[in-house]
């Protein structure tokens, strides 16, 4: 809430409760116009000092963000400590006479009643004007919290097309395109079926920004496709095992995860041996979660991970995060010297 809001609603408020108090005052005790009038602009201005103390201590103490039981405490406490004190003055200047106007106790004891009947009315109207300003307060927090939820999602939305775009692998697409040529006088109809596969892979990798997730199936149909490339160009080299429980294939996973898994296991292994290798892909569910493994032969004196793929490795891991929550995990061992296994847990719903 802006300052200048702020302040209009406070004068407006107390302005209004003034009045009514004037109302009332001509209404019940009779007092003449100015002197409701007076009572009434005092009435505003202690209820405008009290209530911008209460709203100072809030925000000092930061009480807006801690628990409802916290928050009730502190304004509970805060009103019992300025009410007495308000409630004498209060009394002192007649400010509000008909609050105690039908109040029968002796001259004796009023002197003490009705700083206390003040005192209590100042406690509730205070307690009232907290609730009312951390609720405004909680609901214009929610509404902005929602706004800056909706500008990241649209943010990363348009951030994960971009990267998408620009993670494809141009050595997949100049060896592809160089097995498309060789074929072209060789087997014209082989070359003319991995030309249709090759653009539905790009289909794919260009159009995967306006999804987040897909399921397991429509990926696997995209992995046909690039492996169905690949073995081309690596015929004999490149063995294919697949283990794909029926139950996986309609869950769901971030796109391109097991696309850029499959594509990291050629480049890195397969691809590197001059016998070439097994790949495995797996798919089952385990205690309701999806488990995915990426299995491949790799060179025993491989060379590390470059950086690039380190943080493919990392955005893959927060895809995962974001998406499914904490329990979600990608993980890659390369424990074994010939073998790297990159293994990929969902939760499913509970």
Known sequence: MSTTRYWRLQIAGWALFGAINAGVARWIVHLPVAVVVGQ???????????????????????????????????????????????????????LAPWQTADLTVGADHRWLIVPLVHALNWVLLLVVWGAVYLSLRSFREQALGEVREAQLAEALHLAELRLLKAQLNPHFLFN????????????????????????????????????????????LAIVDDYLAIEALRLGERLSL????????????????????????????????????????????????????????????????????????????????????????????????????????????NP
Do not use: C
């Open 40 to 94: 009434a602009v005092g009435l505003g201005v202690l209820g405008i000092g009290l209530s911008h103390l209460l709203y100072v201590w809030i925000r000092r103490s930061e009480v807006a963000n801690r628990s409802l039981l916290v928050r009730v405490g502190h304004v509970l406490l805060f009103s019992g400590v300025v009410s007495l004190p308000a409630g004498i003055l209060t009394s002192a200047l007649n």
């Open 176 to 219: 592809a395109l160089n097995t498309v040529r060789a074929l072209i006088a060789e087997d014209p109809s082989q070359a003319q079926q991995a030309v249709t596969q090759l653009a539905r892979t790009l289909r794919y990798t260009l159009n995967s920004g306006q999804d987040e997730r897909v399921s397991l199936d429509r990926e």
């Open 241 to 348: 095992v697949r283990a794909i429980d029926p139950a996986t294939r309609e869950r769901q996973i971030p796109v391109m995860l097991l696309q850029s898994l499959v594509e990291n296991a050629i480049k890195h292994g397969i691809a590197q041996l001059p016998r070439g290798g097994v790949l495995k892909i797996s798919a089952e569910v385990v205690a309701n979660a999806l488990i995915l493994t990426v299995e491949n032969a790799r060179p025993r004196t491989a060379a590390p991970d470059s950086d690039s793929d380190s943080i493919g490795l990392r955005n893959s891991t927060e895809r995962l995060r974001l998406l499914f929550g904490p329990q979600a995990s990608l993980n890659l061992d390369v424990t074994q010297a010939d073998r790297a296994v990159a293994r990929v847990r969902i939760p499913g």
